[in-house]
């Protein structure tokens, strides 16, 4: 049996479009991140938080580890490509993403979106647009002359840094300097996997 807990309106999307796009059959449990501190839950992740994977007995948090987890066992040759060095570039771009980019993306959500209006702080948000600009580059660098970020083919690197950038278009920031990574957002978030998860609850 393979469960994952969490509401798509969460990091819990991102795994979500992994099961999605891997063919997985699956049961959501569309639990919000406010039940998360249940006694329930928290036997299954002691941090209280979502998402949670529970795969034929094993128990997986983090929605980076559960898509690791989850391209490795299911996605061989496909999310998953066989060779180390591709490996290591999936581990490389999916920390990336964690560390470069969403805690810049976050600053900009809480500080322009959810936030009280008297809480917000758009010098904050300004700065973190900025931010941004240096590993928007560094993408935009490694995605010339490719159609994904480890060449042809989509895989659960791209996968994991376009569900951590999915909030650019909300947040209606602009890629235009950086065409590359523009095109490349567009063509990972339009795949019919997400727009599938995108639908749930």
């Not at 895989?155 to 602009?174: E, F, G, H, Q, R």
Request: charged share 25%; net charge neutral; aromatic share 8%.
């Amino acid at each position: 049996m393979t469960k994952l807990h969490g509401t798509s309106r969460s990091r819990s999307a991102r795994s979500l479009w992994a099961l999605e796009e891997l063919g997985v059959k699956y049961e959501h449990n569309p639990m919000p991140t406010t039940e998360a501190k249940s006694p329930a839950h928290l036997k299954l992740n002691p941090n209280g938080h979502v998402p949670v994977l529970e795969d034929d007995g094993v128990v997986v948090w983090e929605s980076m580890a559960i898509n690791l987890y989850l391209a490795e066992k299911y996605g061989r040759n496909t999310l998953w490509p066989p060779e180390p060095a591709a490996h290591a570039d999936i581990y490389k771009w999916s920390f990336w993403a964690m560390t470069e980019v969403e805690p810049h993306l976050i600053t900009i959500l809480r500080n322009r979106v959810m936030n009280a209006p008297e809480n917000r702080d758009e010098k904050a948000a300004q700065a973190a647009v900025e931010a941004l600009k240096a590993p928007f580059n560094a993408l935009e660098e490694s995605l010339k002359g490719k159609e994904y970020l480890l060449g042809k083919n989509f895989t659960i690197a791209d996968l994991n840094v376009a569900a951590v950038m999915s909030w650019i278009p909300m947040l209606k920031l602009d890629l235009s300097s950086t065409p590359n990574v523009q095109a490349w957002l567009q063509k990972c978030l339009s795949r019919e996997a997400n727009k599938r998860v995108r639908a749930l609850k």
